[in-house]
């Protein structure tokens, strides 16, 4: 699969998110340009903090592939990681991270902070803005369906 058609799998289930009520997120795990795991965010469903697109994704190509190391993976994802979700995708040793929408509240791979930069054991390869403007406007339609409900 080429780039285009992975983070088309990740906006996909950004959309199953926000058919379900989520902030609409979402993440596919792949190697070789196979997609190897998907996630959504589901923070308000699971009552749960870490229940982020990027962390079940990673959960569950940790579990495929049989290991907490991902070699040769790369994450893509609809929104810009967050610190807990860019700690994870250095502690799972994932290659590179390609995200869709800046996240200027929380965005940890360069809008607030890189996390990356810091000398941590792994350092893996950023491409942000990919896929930008669709993206962020599957966000943006969400928040003001959100708005126009109040």
């Not at 589901?42 to 749960?48: C, I, P, S």
């Not at 190509?61 to 929104?79: D, N, S």
């Not at 860019?86 to 040793?93: E, H, L, P, Q, T």
């Not at 290659?95 to 509240?105: I, L």
């Amino acid at each position: 699969m080429t780039n285009e058609e992975l983070m088309a799998a990740a906006l996909d289930q950004a959309r199953l998110a926000a058919e379900e009520g989520e902030v609409p997120v979402g993440a596919v795990v792949a190697r070789d340009g196979e997609i190897i795991s998907v996630g959504r965010n589901r923070r308000e469903k699971n009552k749960n903090a870490l229940a982020h697109a990027e962390i079940e994704a990673i959960d569950a190509a940790c579990r495929k592939l049989g290991g907490w190391r991902l070699p040769g993976c790369e994450l893509f994802v609809t929104l810009e990681p967050c610190p807990m979700c860019a700690g994870a995708v250095i502690n799972s040793r994932i290659v590179k991270v390609t995200f869709g929408a800046y996240d200027k509240k929380a965005g940890s791979l360069g809008s607030l902070v890189n996390l990356f930069d810091l000398p941590y054991n792994h350092k893996p390869g950023i491409e942000g803005g990919f896929m930008e403007e669709e993206c962020a406007a599957l966000l943006s339609d969400f928040f003001k369906r959100l708005r126009e409900k109040r």
